[in-house]
């Protein structure tokens, strides 16, 4: 499927039933071409992880469309049989915290996933180290997660979340413990390779140093979707 975007329609989500039911997503409608990074923002609570965790297939929509590519992932149910391959193979996830594996250093952090898809483990990690690199953290390559800074955790978990080269990046708060510098490589680096590999990413954030450099943000509220058109400004070609 590489290289086709995703497509949202008319997503919904309730979390619970009855009395106490939260109608977190009401109306999600999205495109994002292969290639795009667009901003996702909006308010606490208005439903931001929420439409990751569905896209992601972390959790189950409740109604509604999710084409990731040419494969309709949902429509009104599951379409797909193996949905951890589908999480593992199509979708790079970088989470608010990150999730480093203690007992690992960063070089076979990053190397993971490329090592559970069967990718030769010196392969793997030579594919770390060079992310590694372009996010600037390639000198701790040999620490454990402990050791660094918060800043340095959360690029490391950029790294792990673009080695697999997947064609869908899902992206929370990525900059969030980054100076202004830093935060702005990182979208760079999703700005490149969203051109390199036609990757479609989708980056939720509060972060004023990066909301200008969105060609398209879609704006959330009360779970429902709106879209505007960016500036665009530092990575216009
Ligand atoms: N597991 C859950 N069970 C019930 N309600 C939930 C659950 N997760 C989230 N909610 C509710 O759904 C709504 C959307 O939550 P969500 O976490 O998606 O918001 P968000 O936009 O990511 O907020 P934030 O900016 O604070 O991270 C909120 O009202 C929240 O309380
Ligand atoms: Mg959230």
Redesign the pocket.
């Known amino acids: 499927m590489s290289g086709k975007g995703i497509r949202i329609e008319g997503l919904r989500k309730r979390?619970?039933t009855g009395d106490t039911a939260?109608d977190?997503l009401k109306e999600v409608n999205m495109v994002v071409a292969p290639g795009e990074v667009v901003g996702l923002i909006?308010?606490?609570?208005?439903?931001?992880?929420?439409?990751l965790k569905c896209l992601g297939a972390v959790i189950e929509p409740s109604a509604g469309k999710m084409i990731l590519g040419d494969e309709t992932i949902y429509d009104e149910q599951w379409k797909v049989k193996d949905i951890r391959a589908l999480r593992r193979d199509k979708i790079g996830f970088v989470f608010q915290a990150p999730y480093l594996i203690p007992f690992l250093d960063v070089t076979d952090n990053v190397a993971l996933p490329p090592m559970l898809a069967g990718v030769a483990n010196k392969q793997a990690r030579s594919s770390a180290l060079a992310l590694l690199e372009a996010l600037d953290v390639q000198h701790r390559a040999k620490a454990m997660p402990s050791q660094l800074s918060g800043g340095e955790q959360q690029r490391v978990a950029i790294a792990r979340g673009l080695v697999n080269r997947p064609p869908v990046i899902l992206a929370d708060e990525p900059t969030a413990p980054l100076d202004s510098e830093r935060a702005l490589a990182v979208i760079k680096i999703l700005n490149d390779m969203a051109k390199k590999f036609e990757t479609a990413i989708i980056v939720v954030t509060h972060d004023e140093k990066i909301i200008p450099t969105f060609k398209r943000i879609y704006h959330i509220r009360d779970g429902v979707t709106y879209e505007e058109k960016g500036e665009g400004r530092p990575f216009d070609a």
Do not use: R
């Open positions: 979390y619970g939260v977190a909006g308010p606490s609570g208005s439903g931001k992880s929420t439409l």
